[in-house]
């Protein structure tokens, strides 16, 4: 697999390989941790999320990493399928704004078949 | 149970009119969203509505605003339209009392202001 950190634009990966999708968070008081997927056309979908007090966190073939110590958050893809094929961003709040997000700008996971 | 959905799915308008953009929540949520997304600022916080009431504001002008209706439904309302205000507006619900739980976006109503 590959990482990448959100200011490069496109991520490409073979199909069936990991991906790992990086992101440098802003707040420090930030607490609450979102990946969304995006296809073209359609709206952010949820993918994963965590919270401050954990450092890990599994879903379905996703994992999401937490670092506090260097305000770090990754999202790993296992086996990538062209199926993932997407823009990807990773969001943050806090516990006083509620449902107010500050989105990263977004990386394309593009999977080669 | 059915997604977030919003109306229209696009809107072609010229500058100075007013449009008003319509978004029913997931049932059961009570919380709903709206945000920006330009290819330029990316996803860009409006507002937050929660039990008719706007708990949160991003920093937009005051052309821009929202109401929420007792069943939680949701419309935000863009006056004077200006070039830059086209974009793709979305709204998102969420169960949201007070802790953070997902936002769950609809697909969005893509502005175009000519």
């Known amino acids: 697999g590959e990482s990448v950190g959100l200011h490069l634009p496109t991520l490409s990966v073979q199909e069936g390989d990991n991906s790992i999708i990086n992101c440098a968070y802003s707040n420090s008081a930030s607490d609450y941790f979102i990946w969304y997927k995006q296809e073209s056309g359609k709206g952010p979908q949820f993918i994963i999320d965590i919270r401050s007090n954990m450092d890990k966190r599994q879903g379905q073939r996703v994992t999401v990493l937490l670092n506090k110590t260097v305000k770090h958050l990754s999202l790993q893809i296992a086996a990538t399928q062209p199926g993932d094929s997407a823009v990807y961003f990773c969001?943050?709040?806090?516990?006083?704004?509620?449902?107010?997000?500050?989105f990263g700008k977004g990386i394309t996971l593009s999977v080669r078949p | 149970k059915a997604g977030v959905t919003q109306t229209p799915r696009y809107l072609i308008k010229t500058r100075g009119q007013q449009v008003t953009l319509s978004c029913s929540p997931i049932?059961?949520?009570?919380?709903v969203s709206w945000y920006q997304q330009t290819p330029g600022q990316g996803l860009q916080f409006l507002f937050e509505?929660?039990?008719?009431?706007?708990?949160n504001k991003g920093n937009f002008p005051g052309r821009f605003s929202g109401r929420q209706f007792s069943n939680s439904r949701s419309e935000m309302n863009v006056s004077t339209l200006e070039l830059g205000d086209s974009a793709l507006y979305l709204c998102?619900?969420?169960?949201?009392?007070?802790?953070?739980?997902?936002?769950?976006f609809g697909n969005g109503t893509r502005l175009t202001v000519t």
């Open positions: 509505y929660f039990s008719e009431t706007q708990r």
């Open positions: 969001a943050e709040n806090w516990a006083g704004a509620n449902s107010k997000l500050t």
């Open positions: 998102a619900s969420s169960l949201a009392g007070q802790e953070n739980s997902p936002l769950h």
């Open positions: 049932s059961g949520h009570r919380s």
